[in-house]
RNA sequence: CGGGGUGUAGCGUAGUUGGUAUCGCGCCACGUUUGGGACGUGGAGGCCGUCAGUUCGAGUCUGGCCACCCCGACCA
């Protein structure tokens, strides 16, 4: 029924693949693990951006543009960072092509433009923002700094996947800086919770907010704060992430400033992301079987009207009534679009639609023009009920919230349901391979431990809860005492 | 980056011992249709991923490269 869409139980990945290319979303390009995205996917992305900037907006901070290219001595300044990202650099070593001799109509490389210098193609931007810093701050007057910048940035994978992992990617990465540590601390935890309103109340879909053990923190990082969200088939998607970074790039970039006293300090920092990873995580949250099902926040197209007709008059008393309707949908903000391409026919157009998620879909036919009525249909539950067409604006509009909260809630209810509490390590290891979601258990608090599980078992500690209740018991693995569950799971 | 697989029209595919390529969907024209991916008739569309080699002749055989998929390693 739906143009050859793989079904989930068939293999979910193959599914995954087949919606992000048969909706629109994007597709593979030339370029090895980059992808082109598509205007219909695009338009999904510009909407979170348009949201998440105002929340950016409204806590204070304002959006900037750094260099795409870092020199290797800026990147290699703070060490860990360097060393963490550095197997996966893109690096510009020349500046020219010319004409090749042998090889008539080619280009090569121009041995004698080598750069002085490699440039690092950015696989995140700290480095070359507080080396920036540094000439922006010299007194605690010039505090704080709150920037963020939308950017592209290119981390070599080895294996890519449209949207979850590919080379290039887009995102928004904040960089701040604080004259305190406390400060700093609220920072990087006032944009997680930002993140989490996000993701939760626009994507719909539902995360645990918690802190990185040592072994999964950011390179160059203090402390690393997260979101977590758990797919359909029980494996969790790190969404977002917030960093504490201490005074670490302030050291390597010598940024000090001077106090109300006249001290000179390091100044604190933290940064902050997100990136088209998200798309993943909306897609594998709420699509079914039929494609893509889109929460009404973030969809392009919020409602599609679909005439049905037999005749060109029944067509023009279609028109009347459906332009009315139309305009005032939009006058409450409402995004329509009326398909009245008369190329497809009315069933194509309902399973085009629906492939594509369009949350609530209006038919329309001279029979409805007769009764006054039209047609309905969610695509979250992918019901229909013919409604008296007066006063269906609000019914219209009442609808769309629905659906974001019974988006919400469904996926809600799936994560607290594939959330298990284990306290063995056989039952641990049962459940990850018989009932993939979140597990709740004891851990010692070694990086060792967490990495014989992770070897074990391919499962990682995907947090610790911010909202962990502290209780005694013993590690799963060590047998060892622990205060405190960790959230495990196999992970994107 | 290691192991395995795939690449033929926009998409999905067939192709035998080596002889310029099959079918379906889609596309175009006309007609009939239009409340869940319509039907008929006619038509167009191909450097067989790419580069080289073997051969009188390569989709088919050999090698390199590129891209994608799966499994590993890697992935703040």
Redo the contacts with the bound molecule.
């Keep these: ?5 793989t079904s989930r139980a068939t293999d979910y ?2 599914w995954y ?1 087949d919606i992000v290319v ?1 909706a629109d979303l994007a597709d ?7 992808m082109v995205i598509k205007p219909y996917g695009y338009g999904i992305w510009e909407n979170m951006q348009k949201s998440l900037d105002k929340m950016f907006k409204d806590t204070g901070h304002v959006n900037a543009y750094f260099p795409l290219f870092i020199p290797k001595s800026l990147f290699e300044a703070e060490e860990k960072n360097a060393e ?2 550095a ?2 650099c893109a690096i510009v070593t020349h500046y020219r092509l010319k004409t090749d001799p042998n090889n008539p109509g080619k280009l090569m490389v121009d041995p004698e433009a080598k750069l002085e210098e490699e440039l690092i193609v950015r ?2 931007s700290e480095a070359i923002i507080w080396n920036t810093y540094k000439g922006w701050i010299q007194s605690y007057r010039d505090l704080p700094i709150l920037v963020n910048q939308w950017a592209n ?1 290119v ?1 070599w ?6 949207f979850l ?1 590919t080379a290039e990617f887009l995102w928004q990465e904040g960089h701040t800086a604080h004259a305190t540590k406390e400060e700093a601390i609220i920072e990087s935890e006032k944009m997680l919770h930002v993140y989490a309103d996000f993701v939760e109340n626009w994507m719909a879909v539902p995360v645990v907010k918690g802190l ?1 053990t040592a072994n ?4 160059g ?1 203090d402390e ?1 704060y997260c979101i977590e969200a758990l797919m359909q088939d029980g494996k969790a998607l ?1 969404a977002g ?1 917030s ?1 504490f970074l201490g005074q670490n790039f302030a050291k390597a970039f010598d940024v000090q400033y001077v106090t109300k006293d006249n001290k000179k300090e390091y100044v604190w920092a933290t940064s902050w ?1 997100v ?1 088209t990873r998200l798309m993943g995580a909306l897609i594998m949250s709420h699509s079914d079987d ?2 893509l099902v889109l929460p009404p926040k973030l969809a392009p197209i919020q409602v599609v009207i679909v005439p ?4 060109e008059e029944g067509l023009s008393k279609i028109n009347e009534v459906v332009f009315k309707l139309k305009a005032n949908l939009q006058a409450k903000g409402i995004s329509v679009k009326y398909d009245d391409s ?11 639609h ?2 594509k998620g369009v949350p609530v ?1 209006i ?7 007769e009764n006054g009525t ?2 309905l ?1 969610r695509r979250d539950t ?1 019901t ?1 009920e ?1 409604v008296a067409i007066d006063g269906v604006e609000n019914v219209i509009e009442n609808l769309l919230n629905d659906i974001q909260a019974n988006l919400f809630n469904k996926a809600k209810e799936r994560q607290i349901n594939s959330t298990y509490k284990v306290d063995s390590y056989e039952e641990f290891k049962k459940t990850l391979d018989e009932k993939p979601g979140f597990i709740s258990a004891h851990w010692d608090g070694t990086p060792e431990t967490e990495e014989k599980i992770k ?1 074990e078992t ?1 499962a990682t500690i995907r947090c610790i809860p911010l909202d962990n209740t502290l209780e005694d018991g013993v590690c799963i693995y060590s047998g060892k005492p622990s205060k405190q569950r960790v959230l495990f799971a196999r ?1 994107y």
């Excluded at 049905?308 to 005749?311: A, D, E, F, N, R």
């Excluded at 008369?342 to 085009?352: I, M, S, V």
Aim: aromatic residues 6%.
């Design positions: 029924m739906s143009k050859d869409l990945s193959k693949n048969k593979h390009s030339a370029v090895r693990g980059c963490g990202f197997k996966e696989p995140t940035v981390r994978e080895m294996r890519t996947r449209l992992r990185k999964e923190r950011f390179a990082a690393t790190q992430t960093h992301g990136s039929n494609g049905i007709y037999k005749t008369d190329t497809r026919k009315p069933g194509w157009k309902f399973a085009e629906e492939l879909r038919g329309i036919g001279e029979r409805d023009i039209i047609e249909a992918l229909k013919t070897e391919k992970a």
